[in-house]
């Protein structure tokens, strides 16, 4: 079965930094690029972070791009966000998730869609 | 970049109706287009891809439809397990995504 399992959520006071994990297994990790979501308390989700397969590539949201860091062990079959600087509004539930994709028949790019999710870990910010 | 909204925020409905949830993108996204649902307390759940693609899994009453800048998500008869909330997001821009601020679907 495919899995994945967030860890390392908290309360941390602004300023701060944490660093979130992401377990995954049941599928070849190192064939997949992967993904972190965040839905802040009552609002809707906002994709924040993408790594490709290898980790040599990685993608932000503006709203943290110099502040947090997405990383993967592939020996470890482990993704990680590095956030550092964190703000009140940083507070929400954050979703790791695996990225599938699907070979266009026409077109320049591949189809991306976050199609296995983790159940969540909490982070807090706040004095 | 590309920003996402959709309509209705919200909406009312019985089950058994057909429901209708409308997206729009900033630019011409092709087809690059997907739907999520959410259910209160839990992780999204992917329903449809590439605009008009069917997840493994999920039922035959959710279908997509819409390329370039306007699609929609339709539910042919809604059953009680559907109420949640519905996001389109856009994967046009390689692993660049975005996410359209959401429609709850709640009983009338």
């Known amino acids: 079965e495919v899995q994945l399992l967030e860890s390392g959520g908290g309360l941390v006071q602004p300023g701060g930094s944490l660093r979130l994990s992401c377990a995954a297994s049941?599928?070849?990790?190192?064939?997949?690029?992967m993904s972190w979501v965040r839905q802040a308390p009552g609002k809707g989700l906002e994709w924040v972070s993408a790594i490709s397969g290898s980790g040599g590539s990685t993608y932000y949201a503006d709203s943290v791009k110099g502040r947090f860091t997405i990383s993967r062990d592939n020996s470890k079959n482990t993704l990680y966000l590095q956030m550092n600087s964190l703000r009140a509004e940083d507070t929400a539930v954050y979703y790791c998730a695996k990225i599938g994709q699907l070979e266009p028949t026409l077109g320049l790019y591949y189809y991306y869609y976050m199609d296995v999710w983790g159940k969540g870990t909490t982070v807090t910010v706040s004095s | 970049d590309i920003q996402m909204t959709q309509s209705p925020s919200s909406l009312s409905a019985s089950v058994g109706d057909r429901v209708t949830i409308t997206c729009r993108a900033s630019?011409?996204?092709?087809?690059?287009l997907n739907w999520y649902q959410q259910k209160p307390g839990k992780a999204p759940k992917l329903l449809i891809y590439a605009a008009s693609s069917l997840q493994s899994g999920v039922p035959s009453r959710f279908s997509g439809s819409g390329s370039g800048t306007d699609f929609t998500l339709t539910i042919s008869s809604l059953q009680p397990e559907d109420f949640a909330t519905y996001y389109c997001q856009q994967s046009y821009s390689t692993l660049l995504f975005t996410f359209g601020p959401g429609t709850k679907v709640d009983i009338k």
């Open positions: 630019q011409s996204i092709s087809s690059y």
């Open positions: 049941g599928f070849t990790f190192s064939s997949y690029a």
